[in-house]
């Protein structure tokens, strides 16, 4: 492995700890603005970790119930069901609702981070092609 080669590794490797200290955050971020989590178990729980692997986001199980609207009784098939039978106020105090935030914001984060990623490969790539060119190029204005 070059010199060269090791830079990259561990700038890519800052790169993707940033990112992920950066979902963790935007995440929390999502729960406290839709209410989730009066004890903050969930928001304390979530964990990342950087390898040659990959990624890897933790946090605790019971967040992506809270996300479906289901848990405590009410299966993922009965999901759209109490959405329709919401309208009684009983059952709107009897069931679950569901309380979006994992994947749109998730989604999000893993769309920045191949942004960033597509940008610097790309200005390398650019830099790789220019400089196997045996032919000059001159542009005239």
């Known amino acids: 492995?070059?010199?060269?080669?090791?830079?990259r590794k561990i700038y890519q490797k800052g790169i993707l700890e940033q990112w992920a200290k950066i979902t963790v955050?935007?995440?929390?971020?999502?729960?406290?603005?839709?209410?989730?989590g009066?004890?903050?178990a969930l928001a304390s729980s979530f964990n990342y970790s950087?390898?040659?692997?990959?990624?890897?986001?933790?946090?605790?199980?019971y967040g992506k119930?809270?996300?479906?609207?289901?848990?405590?009784?009410?299966k993922i098939g009965q999901a759209k069901m109490n959405r329709d039978i919401l309208t009684?106020?009983?059952?709107?105090?009897?069931?679950?609702?569901?309380?979006?935030w994992l994947n749109k914001t998730l989604q999000n984060?893993?769309?920045q981070l191949t942004r960033i990623l597509a940008s610097q490969y790309g200005k390398g790539t650019?830099?790789?092609?220019?400089?196997?060119l045996s032919i000059p190029i001159l542009l005239e204005t």
Do not use: C, Q, W
Not at 25 to 36: D, G, P
């Open 50 to 61: 950087v390898s040659e692997k990959g990624i890897r986001l933790s946090f605790n199980y």
């Open 38 to 40: 009066k004890t903050g």
């Open 109 to 111: 984060e893993i769309y």
């Open 126 to 132: 650019a830099e790789y092609i220019k400089a196997s």
């Open 88 to 100: 009684k106020a009983k059952a709107a105090t009897e069931r679950r609702k569901r309380k979006p």
């Open 65 to 74: 119930f809270v996300d479906m609207g289901v848990g405590k009784g009410t």
């Open 25 to 36: 955050t935007s995440l929390k971020a999502k729960l406290e603005k839709k209410h989730i």
């Open 1 to 7: 492995m070059s010199i060269e080669e090791l830079h």
